[in-house]
């Protein structure tokens, strides 16, 4: 009788296949170089996170490879073509072999980023962001896209820079990217909360102690402690925050103490 089994493949050296992609549509690709540095950078060369940049002039059809024109109609600065912008949209599409992605055009007139858009961001296979530049772009681009973000109520000269903000926070919530696994579980925003103060040593500082509780062993005390200083923190500096908190039986008895705290202090 034949063996049929077949042989274990041999390990090989090549890297793992990356679990995420994040391409970039940009009028300056060198961008990217900013996020080849720290834990980001590492997860880079070791193929969890892959980064891909185009050029949109690469697509331009005209000998001065011209991305933007100006708007119809008239009026104040240029505007972001819609045939290199596709162009580019669709070379990556070849360049990705089939493989999925959701395509984000960055602009203030999209959805706000939070922490949320970070965490779906980060399930998925690929995300490709358009930076534009200029005075934004034409509106039939925005057919070309799946959704709008924005990074915030404010105005940059691209989306350059939105789009690396973006990766890094998106990135960091992908497995194998950050060191401590717990970190990207136990900060600000992630449980709808600010962080709770962090020390290190020395353990007194100019005068300034750390609070006796956190070298006291009781790790039970210790994760009470950080979840009302995290209560107290957000209630004063982010209302808008902890208006949308459903608190836990915990967090309302936490958030009497602090209040009867208050009164005591007045």
Not at 37 to 50: F, T
Not at 236 to 251: C, I
Request: glycine share 10%; net charge negative; charged share 30%.
């Amino acid at each position: 009788m034949t063996d049929t089994r077949q042989e274990p493949e041999a390990a090989t050296d090549e890297p793992a296949r990356s679990s995420i992609r994040f391409e970039i549509v940009t009028l300056f690709p060198e961008i990217v170089a900013a996020l080849r540095v720290g834990l980001l950078g590492k997860a880079i060369d070791a193929g969890v996170v892959e980064i891909e940049a185009i050029n949109p002039r690469e697509l331009a059809t005209d000998k001065h490879r011209s991305t933007d024109d100006a708007p119809y109609g008239g009026g104040s600065g240029m505007v972001m073509m819609p045939g290199p912008i596709v162009g580019a949209l669709e070379r990556l599409d070849e360049a990705r072999h089939g493989r999925p992605t959701r395509r984000v055009l960055l602009t203030p007139q999209g959805a706000v980023f939070d922490q949320r858009v970070a965490e779906r961001f980060a399930s998925l296979s690929c995300v490709t962001f358009v930076c534009g530049r200029y005075e934004g772009f034409d509106e039939r681009i925005r057919g070309f896209v799946d959704e709008e973000i924005s990074l915030g109520d404010f105005v940059l000269l691209g989306g350059e820079i939105a789009a690396l903000t973006m990766i890094e926070a998106s990135a960091r919530l992908v497995p194998g990217v950050l060191g401590n696994e717990g970190s990207a579980v136990e900060e600000s925003h992630q449980s709808g909360l600010l962080e709770y103060p962090q020390y290190t040593r020395p353990a007194e500082f100019r005068g300034l102690r750390v609070p006796g509780i956190l070298s006291s062993g009781n790790h039970a005390a210790i994760a009470r402690w950080r979840r009302k200083e995290a209560l107290r923190r957000t209630r004063a500096r982010r209302p808008d925050l902890f208006a949308r908190l459903e608190p836990t039986k915990l967090d309302r008895a936490l958030l009497a103490e602090l209040d009867a705290e208050q009164e005591t202090d007045s």
